[in-house]
């Protein structure tokens, strides 16, 4: 619906005569080949700009200005790793990694400032994915320290469906209040959403910065806290614009029974 309703639009000119098209979830995916590696090995990781439970558009993603993973406390540049893709005619990335010893590996990305012109901002999510090398069970709940980070207080790796995923939104590793979260599906086109209010979920956390949400189906689900920067940066146009500081974790769940 909101992707026909944008052809529409884009088709018949409306949106250069005052139509207003239905504002899109951005999100920064960070998805990995599996969420643990019973046997450890290589895990493959794709790098996407899109609207996942809408299954795109795709954003056009420049390299990242960091890739890296925080592993036994040490950080391990991985840019040499990301190699160039398409993913929905967009520049997108894909990167390997050989997990050899037992271990959580986090792995982060800190993409270029993105200019929305429709939401006449910058946009910058910085987000990370745990990967459990052997099924450890351990080193998950190590903090990057990136700018804005939720912390897991349920462990990431390892969930069936249905299982209550709780976080700790934070800003300069301080927790932030009411902080607004923005959760949605990585959409393999089998969901069909009833109308636009299911296609991303919203949750406020509390006065501490924590949040909770029941995965309701098997698949890939991202959280992302949206936060203002502190300082603004220049559009294409010369003028000072906000920066969206959005703060994102890839989580998945498992069917019990199957994968």
Do not use: C
């Amino acid at each position: 619906m909101r992707a026909a309703l944008l052809a529409f639009a884009l088709s018949t000119g409306a949106l250069s005569t005052g139509f207003t098209a239905p504002a899109f979830a951005h999100f920064q995916e960070l998805l990995p080949s599996a969420d643990v590696l019973p046997e450890g090995g290589t895990v493959d990781l794709d790098l996407v700009f899109t609207h996942p439970m809408d299954g795109g558009p795709q954003m056009r993603m420049e390299r990242p200005a960091r890739f890296a993973m925080l592993r036994d406390g040490e950080t391990v540049d991985l840019a040499g790793a990301l190699v160039e893709v398409l993913a929905g005619g967009e520049r997108a990335w894909r990167a390997s990694v050989d997990l050899k010893t037992p271990g959580a590996a986090v792995f982060f990305v800190e993409p270029r400032p993105y200019w929305e012109p429709a939401e006449g901002k910058y946009i910058v999510h910085y987000t990370k994915v745990i990967v459990d090398s052997y099924a450890t069970g351990e080193g998950w709940d190590a903090m990057v320290g990136l700018p804005v980070e939720i912390r897991p207080l349920t462990r990431p790796t390892g969930l069936w469906t249905g299982n209550l995923f709780t976080g700790v939104v934070t800003k300069a590793g301080a927790p932030v209040p009411f902080a607004e979260i923005e959760v949605e599906y990585v959409n393999d086109g089998t969901v069909t959403a009833p109308n636009d209010a299911f296609v991303t979920q919203v949750i406020t956390a509390d006065a501490d910065g924590t949040f909770s949400y029941a995965m309701p189906r098997a698949g890939w689900w991202g959280f992302a806290a949206l936060t203002e920067a502190d300082a603004t940066m220049k559009n294409p146009a010369g003028e000072d614009v906000p920066v969206e500081e959005g703060a994102l974790i890839w989580v998945k769940a498992t069917d019990m029974g199957g994968p």
